[in-house]
């Protein structure tokens, strides 16, 4: 990604996420702390806050969130049936945005109204379904418990809505401010909550008695969340001046050594997330100050969590022991949202694999149609593929550590721990860092030119690991049977 040509749409992106703070302080004031308006003012307000911020934004093209938003409106009002709601709600929102990914994207990353448009289709498309499902009649008796656990204010069991949204409803949640430029994702649910103050007002708090409170403890956590943004921003432009994508396509990355090929590789994979990190982080600061980000109390019960929304967690990414830990760190909202409208949605085929690979194939071309981005989404498959096998090989180790971690105290297993973890931790990044670089580099001849210079290394590996182990597991049943034949005679 060339930084130089994206300068003026990164100060058009800068300059309306900033104005998210003074409209998240006058919400804030007003509605909230002098309990200001009624639903419909407050609708109003998000709604013309974030028109203001499109505009600024989008310039030209700021009609473009607009006219999906009316269209999808009209399939919720008019379409009766929930199943065709859902289809053609699908086919409006996703067949827009991939039409204007066809007429309006450039060789290179568009950093332009296509980026708040993503977000939008998105939201759209899961007020839709969340509509939809509110309709449809369930059995209670026949219905399968979900497996998953869900903490929260709300989640995604509460997601369905049974009453048709109204428009202005629509409006504020699809143009509340911030959140609908870069995203995170939230439901409709929550928001309806965070309009009318039900999500203050909980067994366990009380916006009336509990405001001080409130107020304090959100003023901290996003100012701790402004600073991580500024930090992460801060990080990108510095280590970006010296590691970046497109230097992996020069002759002088040709003639360093494999380790050092190797190394860059993992700084620049790594680094070049952090522009998104900052920019969430911006963002969600905004959610706590106007406290949409409110998801009760911490499991203490002597302060409140603002993270409902959060698209990060540092914390996790930094020392991510597994990919699954990694995944579930970063672009946390999205995530959610594919696993919710498509992973689950594909469980009548009885194959989680199968419904994976359709998630991820949605997800590569909601980012667009550049060939960098299901090469590096469905490396990512492959990644955790290679992960189970490495856990089948090294499962003796990986049940020592675990056996005796919480009881082995000595210094010795500590530092034997600490080792494994590190090493755990480095591949994990390692391994999400090479197929990062086809999605930072998104055309096919530099990707092709980047992995020549490091060998292909990464597929290499791939095929070498789980073709061994296809033939390790043949070769293991084959000595089993002969075993069990053996036996018989």
Known sequence: ??????????????????????????????????????????????????????????????????????GTYLIIQYIKNPKHIIIVSWVFNFGYLLISYYMYSSTDYDLNWLTPQSVICLRLIGLSMDYADGQ???????????????????????????EKPQFIEMLGYCYFYGTSITGPQFSFRRYKKFISFELFNTKDVSLEKDLDKLFNSSFNSSIL????????????????????????LTKEFAQYNIWKKLAYTWVTGKYVLFKYFGIWMLVESQCIINMIEFDGT?????????????????????????????????????????????YKRFAFLGNKQLSTLINLTFLSIWHGFHIG?????????????????????????????????????????????????????????????????????????????????????????????????IIFLKVKGLLKNKKKVEKIE
């Open 1 to 70: 990604m060339d930084i130089n040509l994206l300068k003026g749409s990164i100060a058009k992106l800068l300059l309306s996420l900033l104005m998210g703070f003074p409209f998240s302080i006058i919400y804030r004031i007003i509605f909230i702390k002098n309990k200001k308006g009624n639903e419909f003012q407050r609708n109003l307000y998000t709604f013309v806050t974030g028109f203001i911020m499109s505009i600024i934004f989008n310039g030209k093209d700021f009609y473009h969130p607009f006219v999906t938003l009316i």
């Open 136 to 162: 449809e009649k369930q059995d209670e008796k026949n219905k399968k418990p979900s497996r998953t656990v869900y903490t929260g204010l709300t989640p995604p069991t509460q997601w369905p809505i049974s």
């Open 225 to 248: 969340h402004i600073l991580r943004g500024i930090l992460y921003i801060i990080i990108f432009y510095i280590v970006s001046g010296y590691f970046y994508s497109s230097f992996l």
């Open 298 to 342: 911490n499991s203490k019960g002597n302060d409140y969590k603002w993270d409902a929304i959060d698209n990060l967690k540092p914390l996790q990414f930094e020392f991510a022991f597994t990919l699954d830990d990694l995944v579930t760190s970063y672009n946390i909202k999205t995530n959610m949202w594919g696993k919710h409208y498509v």
């Open 373 to 469: 981005y299901p090469i590096s989404f469905y490396f990512e498959y492959i990644l955790f593929v290679m992960q189970s096998i490495f856990r089948y090989w090294f499962r003796p180790i990986n049940q020592y550590m675990a056996r005796n971690l919480e009881t082995n105290t000595s210094t010795f297993f500590r530092i034997q721990y600490l080792i494994y973890h590190g090493i755990c931790t480095i591949l994990t990044l390692g391994g999400i860092a090479y197929p990062l670089i086809a999605f930072d580099l998104l055309t096919w001849n530099k990707i092709k030119q980047a992995y020549n210079n490091l060998y292909w290394i990464g597929h290499i590996l791939a095929v070498i690991v789980i073709g061994s182990h």
